[in-house]
Structure formats: C-alpha cells, structure tokens
C-alpha cells in the first residue's frame, strides 16, 4: 500500500469511553464519512485517506474536518455542499476559505 498524500480527520466526538457526545457528532459529522469515502471515489482521489476522530476540541465551531499533512482546521461543515467545496479546494491545492478555523 502507498503511503497517502491526504488524511482527512473528521470530528465524531467520540470520548474516552467510546460514546459520541458532542456537537459534532450531534449535527451529523458521523453520516458524512461515507459522502466524503464516496466522493473521493468518484474524483479519483484513491490516495486519499479519511478517518473519524474524538472529540476535536473545537465544539463551538463543529462539525470540524481537519486535513493533513498541510494542517488545514475546517468548521462549520454542515452539509454535502460544504464538503464538496472543500474537496474541491483540496484538488485544486487550494483552501475552502469559508470554513477555515483560525
């Protein structure tokens, strides 16, 4: 297996115990990785790994993705569109400004 040239981190909210509580996984984070797997099928970005993550630590600001290894924070990803613009920024090796964090 190749090494990836992307991983995408998306925000489950899941604690030390396993249980997801927060707001990323109460506004739906969870439902988008089979979208984002899908999607980078379909773009053919096979090099491309996404994983769910616990809790971020940027509940005010959730759903949150983070995309390594450029270390790009991205909230506010409530809906297919936005992570559709923010694959786009990604092939095109750019940011999806409107999302950024920090």
């Known amino acids: 297996m190749e090494a990836p040239t992307h991983h995408i981190l998306v925000c489950c909210s899941f604690r030390a115990t396993g249980e997801p509580q927060g707001i990323c ?7 988008f990785l089979a979208y984002i797997e899908n999607e980078l099928v379909d773009r053919g970005l096979d090099n491309v790994q996404v994983s769910s993550t616990g809790c971020l630590k940027v509940c005010d600001r959730g759903p ?3 995309i390594y290894p450029e270390n790009i924070w991205y909230g506010g990803v409530e809906s297919e569109a936005d992570i559709d613009a923010i694959l786009d920024a990604l092939e095109e090796g750019t940011v999806a400004a409107d999302y950024l964090i920090g």
């Not at 996984?25 to 439902?31: E, N």
């Open 25 to 31: 996984h109460k506004k739906g984070s969870a439902d």
């Open 64 to 66: 949150a993705m983070v």
